[in-house]
């Protein structure tokens, strides 16, 4: 029944934005903190972003630190990634995820994934 769901991603060139959308159902979505990893092929999935349950705090990997905001909109079941000043090493499929209990940097922190959206940054 708990589904996350990824849109927004695209084909950007370098500098370009993005927002990522994940719309999640069939759970307290305020009750879960919520996360964004990306993975590219033979790399592991690595963390990106996430926030807390009332968006209160947030973390950013040094990779996309002062180029990407995670939020929230808990009226909307819904959480985003803005992505600006794209580069090409963002090129990545991106998934949210979600977990009722504390955040962390391993995917096995959370319990709940999307299909992933892609995102691609040409030069």
């Known amino acids: 029944q708990v589904q996350l769901v990824e849109s927004g991603g695209g084909l950007v060139q370098a500098g370009g934005s993005l927002r990522l959308v994940c719309a999640a159902s069939g759970l307290t979505f305020s009750a879960y903190n919520m996360a964004w990893f990306r993975q590219t092929p033979g790399k592991e999935r690595e963390f990106v972003a996430a926030?807390?349950?009332?968006?209160?705090?947030?973390y950013s990997a040094d990779s996309v630190k002062g180029r990407f905001t995670v939020s929230r909109d808990n009226a909307k079941n819904t959480a985003y990634l803005q992505m600006n000043s794209l580069k090409p090493e963002d090129t990545a499929l991106y998934y949210c995820?979600?977990?009722?209990?504390?955040?962390?940097?391993?995917?096995?922190?959370?319990?709940?994934w999307g299909q992933g959206t892609q995102v691609t940054v040409s030069s």
């Open positions: 926030i807390s349950r009332g968006g209160g705090s947030t």
């Open positions: 995820a979600a977990t009722p209990s504390r955040i962390g940097v391993s995917q096995a922190s959370f319990d709940y």
